[in-house]
């Protein structure tokens, strides 16, 4: 039986946090044999904001290099960079043209953006969600695993491929957002949502050192003023973040001790660094032997995209002939 295709991206922003683990990456690994998968670098879509081109090539590689020792094997789906298949953009003009702007100008993280960078909300930026549901739609991917921030983008992508479809004739899947346990991991402020622009993640290849500073002077419930006060695990995000790295048992050992005052918020917050690392640290070990092996990350991502290309070759020349600009 044809398993079904999956396909999800990530931006090459320089750091990976523990919300893009939890929330998509660690889901990627986990399906792997049930699907095929297909998971991509975002270039393009990381040069909507402001960023440095210097460093940016250092940046795809560190990811790519990041999301092998994570578990992407090659031989367990498809790696690639975005701009090394150029049907991306080209899927991405067509779809510009057949979505009206206010749809564009009505999404959420564009407006969020817009806000953060206001000397720079360029056209690319508003048109960004037609760019992922192109990504999507050149595979005919049908489900796509995402963090909670990424839904209303597939809920356009869905509306994208019925207008297509409904215009030029049936061509593309309305794909269906995956969630993993964790869809929205808090940063360390515990207020905002963990991003590298907001300045409050745990990178996950940080040096252990700098991951215990960043948890232990992490928010945690601010009711709880004082070692003796009784905590609350339900409103406090280091316990969110418990849930994804300790054990069962200890969750609930956790749970039931911080109720009752028996530990404190150090105490807590070292359990979790612990677990963290021991999750973490084959990870990051993997990552520097790749740091010192290049060739294999590069080897990693041509082979992927020459896959991908096959699959977009296909897919663009039906939709080439569907909108009339060539025969197909
Ligand atoms: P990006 O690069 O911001 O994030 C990559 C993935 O990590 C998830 N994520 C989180 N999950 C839980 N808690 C958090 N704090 C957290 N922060 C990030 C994101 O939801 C995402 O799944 N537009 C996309 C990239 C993209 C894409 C696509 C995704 C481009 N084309 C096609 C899916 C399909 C983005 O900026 O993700």
Redesign the pocket.
Known sequence: MRKQRI?????P?GVI?A??Y????RNWINLLDKYECIF?I?DY?AITVEYDASTFQKNIIDAARTLIACGLEPDRCSLFV?SQVPEHTELAWILNCITPIGDLERMTQFKDKSRQHRDNINVGLLS?PL??AA??LLYKSEI???????VQ??EMTRRTARRFNNRFGDTFPEPAELL?N??????LDGKT???KSLNNFVGILEPPDAIWEKLRTAVTDENRKRRKDPGNPGICNLFTMHKEFSSQEEISEIDRTCRTAEIGCVECKKNLFENMMRCLAPVQQRAAELETNQEEVIEVLNTGAERCRKIAEEVMNEVRGKIGVRKS
């Open positions: 396909f999800s991206g990530i931006q922003t946090h919300g893009n939890v929330g998509a990456i991509s975002v879509h975005q960004y760019l992922q990504d999507i796509i695993p995402v963090g909670e921030d990424q983008h597939i993993s964790t869809p929205k991991i808090m940063g949502k963990m991003s």
